[in-house]
């Protein structure tokens, strides 16, 4: 198996532009999550999908951030406009739905806004 | 609430030394358990999962965890350190209150010294 899928793996963008972020969970997968790190907030959870549905947006920092699942294989994370505090590495984890709870993550998507 | 303690914000160890990582955790019920490991630039890997099966868990790259429920913790580890070993390790909860989330630890940084 290839993992969790993340596209692009760096990406810098100009404050005001939009930045779409994507990822492949691990096929057979039926949640999907995204995280957001940065040194001086740790790893913090942003949505989480569960069947293509979301599920818990309360991590969502503002109406900038949206995400979508519209597959089993794919979702998106936009930012829109982007702003320079935005910068860090987003991270997307999949899991299964069979009781297990343990996460797979991407290799991530360094995002840096100047 | 669920939550877990890494004791150690940094831990240096000469190679082929052994390694103690330290984690406590906080449930009202019987967790699950989990010790994940981030390389620099790189996502979070599973290194092992303790899930009310054997006490003993052991993990890849030769490191294992003990669930200690009367002393409500959960130390990761390795009998003989590795340059390789270097990177940061996450203790994670999985928060009963809602299986689908993931309660991380602030993470320790492993440094190895040849």
């Known amino acids: 198996d290839a993992g969790v899928i993340q596209s692009p793996r760096h990406e810098v963008t100009e404050m005001g532009q939009e930045v779409t972020l994507r990822c492949k969970p691990i096929?057979?997968?039926?949640?999907l999550f995204w995280y957001r790190q940065t040194m001086m907030r740790g790893l913090e959870l942003l949505i989480y999908?569960?069947?293509?549905?979301?599920?818990?947006d309360s991590g969502m920092p503002e109406d900038r951030f949206s995400a979508k699942m519209p597959n089993a294989s794919f979702s998106t994370l936009k930012i829109q406009p982007s702003e320079p505090r935005d910068s860090a590495v987003y991270f997307c984890?999949?899991?299964?739905?069979?009781?297990?709870?343990?996460?797979?993550f991407g290799p991530g998507t360094r995002l840096t806004v100047t | 609430a669920q939550s877990v303690t890494q004791l150690d914000s940094h831990v240096s160890v000469s190679e082929g030394t052994p390694v103690l990582l330290r984690c406590n955790y906080s449930s009202s019920y019987s967790p699950s358990l989990f010790w994940y490991v981030q390389h620099p630039n790189k996502g979070l890997q599973l290194l092992l999962k303790?899930?009310?099966?054997?006490?003993l868990v052991k993990g890849i790259n030769g490191f294992e965890a003990e669930f200690k429920k009367s002393e409500t913790s959960f130390h990761l580890t390795k009998p003989s350190a590795h340059m390789s070993d270097a990177a940061e390790y996450f203790c994670v909860v999985s928060d009963w209150g809602n299986t689908d989330k993931l309660i991380f630890g602030t993470g320790t940084r492993l440094q190895v010294f040849p």
């Open positions: 999908f569960n069947n293509n549905v979301p599920i818990d």
């Open positions: 303790y899930t009310s099966a054997a006490t």
């Open positions: 096929s057979g997968h039926n949640s």
């Open positions: 984890a999949s899991r299964t739905g069979t009781g297990s709870h343990e996460q797979y």
